[in-house]
């Protein structure tokens, strides 16, 4: 089966097929960097990790596009309030791009942690000044967007005149978006209808970031950016474009408008996918409710409703167990029974090592024909196995169900556990079938799903629990076990140093 998402825009599967292949565009909105991360913040990245690498694993060109938003991000959706990187850096005291530089390496370094690929393009809505201005003036010449009082409109009345339907990615009716408006809202009055939103505003006196344009000193729109920057990376048409559900609207909605009111004249991309959110015991992650996890928080623990912490592979893990259109609830409980499972995975990494080598021995052990490796009667059982391998990408298939693709790799795994219990069963199956298996294994896990081996080693305490056993061979005049110890650390670096507190250690300076 090829591969098949599920389009929002549509509101079903389809198979996926790339506007210009083999290249692929995929666009992922990226975090506005005025606070850390929090697990909210990470689902996204991961699952379009994921995506990517899946397409590559098919032999896609992907060019992957995650932004960071550093200006226009107002606390309202209503085109109104601080820019939250302004707010931000008046609490601090410090400037707006000083705390967006140390939100975003924070950002990058956990999005590292959490096994994600770095996005081949990682554009600044603050470099791309140029490229937005463009857009609007494209939108106010074809007659969907005006001027006022500095400040720049999309409008959204015209726009649906003209016959396209503002709402149609997350099906919400006029009505609807009207109840959801607040006109009297300040700077509302500045708006022909409350259903317009601002594609540029003018700053007042007291805001810090701001440039030049053909309207007034001021800042892009949230929405604007991008739009600009995925047409510039990607084309008038990308092939992926995604977020979080809570960015379907009136984000992503007002992307969708912007692309088709510019001269792109295009819904921006071919397929817009959308992540579930997450909860916690249940109840909505809020920082209201004191249940708000971030990602620092979570990796060292305990914090806020998790009494532990929890690794970054853990923690990727947890949310591969979830399909990404399905909501995510967080506990101690599910977390530890994902540690559970991602270790799982790991030690059949190690297995698989084991069978391998297994296998050769088996083989050279083998003095003549009739004590070789039966091969008569390999075909059922080398096609089974190899049916069980196929499985995980079955699923990737099928609208990236990672759950179900995980499934199947611990039934993969539990196969390749009971050959390695049943050496006359592993001879059956044949080395061209187990070769081939242990190879879809390892590559769905490492290379696909993006799980790694992490050290859950502290070098500190080995080095005492090594110094303990020193102490005793010393005491016990177990020389030769002392010289032994002695030997293995200094091959790491360390050597150790007997002084009238006791035994002590110290880097090699050789």
């Known amino acids: 089966m090829p591969l098949q998402l599920y389009n929002t825009l549509t509101r079903q599967k389809e198979e996926f097929q790339p506007v210009h292949p083999p290249q692929v565009g995929v666009y992922l909105c990226g975090p506005t960097v005025y606070s850390e991360a929090h697990l909210g913040n990470a689902r996204g990245p991961v699952v379009f990790d994921v995506l990517t690498r899946y397409l590559r694993h098919l032999g896609y060109q992907v060019r992957y596009v995650r932004n960071i938003t550093d200006v226009g991000h107002l606390e309202s959706d209503a085109d109104t309030g601080e820019d939250k990187m302004e707010k931000a850096a008046r609490a601090a005291r410090i400037e707006p791009m000083q705390v967006a530089q140390h939100f975003t390496n924070r950002y990058r370094q956990h999005m590292l942690g959490l096994g994600c690929l770095p996005p081949d393009i990682e554009p600044q809505a603050s470099g791309h000044i140029i490229e937005q201005i463009q857009v609007i003036e494209e939108i106010i010449a074809n007659g969907l967007a005006y001027e006022a009082n500095g400040s720049v409109y999309f409008d959204v009345p015209k726009y649906n005149e003209e ?11 006029i009505e609807d978006q009207l109840a959801g408006t607040r006109a009297n ?12 939103f601002a594609l540029w505003k003018k700053a007042s006196p007291e805001h810090i970031m701001r440039w030049p344009s053909p309207w007034s000193e001021g800042f892009p729109g949230w929405h604007l950016e991008c739009s600009a920057m995925s047409r510039k990376y990607l084309g008038d048409l990308s092939d992926i474009h995604g977020g979080g559900l809570d960015l379907m609207f009136p984000h992503h909605e007002c992307e969708i408008a912007q692309s088709q009111g510019s001269h792109s004249h295009s819904d921006e991309a071919r397929i817009w996918m959308h992540n579930n959110m997450i909860t916690v015991n249940g109840t909505k992650m809020s920082k209201s409710l004191g249940n708000f996890v971030l990602l620092g928080d979570m990796f060292l623990g305990p914090t806020g409703p998790l009494a532990f912490g929890y690794s970054p592979m853990v923690v990727r893990f947890f ?10 609830d967080v506990s101690d409980d599910a977390l530890q029974a994902a540690r559970k499972g991602y270790r799982k995975l790991m030690n059949g990494l190690r297995l698989l090592e084991e069978l391998v080598l297994g296998f050769s021995l088996l083989v050279a052990g083998s003095d003549n024909d009739n004590q070789k490796p039966a091969t008569r009667n390999q075909e059922p059982e080398a096609q089974q196995l190899l049916q069980l391998a196929a499985k995980p990408a079955e699923f990737l298939d099928d609208d990236l169900n990672t759950p179900r693709a995980l499934a199947a790799l611990f039934d993969l795994l539990k196969r390749f556990n009971t050959l390695a219990a049943n050496p006359a069963a592993l001879a059956v199956v044949g080395p061209e079938a187990l070769a081939a298996a242990a190879t879809t294994y390892r590559t769905m ?32 005049k ?33």
């Open 163 to 173: 016959g396209q339907r503002y709402g149609k990615l997350s099906n919400r009716s």
């Open 185 to 196: 809202l300040e700077g509302q009055s500045e708006k022909r209808s409350p259903l317009d």
């Open 319 to 328: 949310l591969l167990q979830a399909h990404y259109r399905s909501p995510v």
């Open 445 to 476: 896990v490492q290379d696909v799903l993006g799980l790694r081996e992490e050290t859950a080693v502290n070098p500190e305490q080995l080095i005492d629990l090594t110094l303990g056993f020193y102490s005793e061979a010393k005491a016990d």
């Open 478 to 510: 177990a020389y030769d076990k002392v010289d032994q110890i002695r030997a293995a650390l200094k091959t790491q670096g360390i050597v150790i140093k007997d002084t009238k507190a006791g035994v002590e250690w110290a880097y090699s300076e050789e």
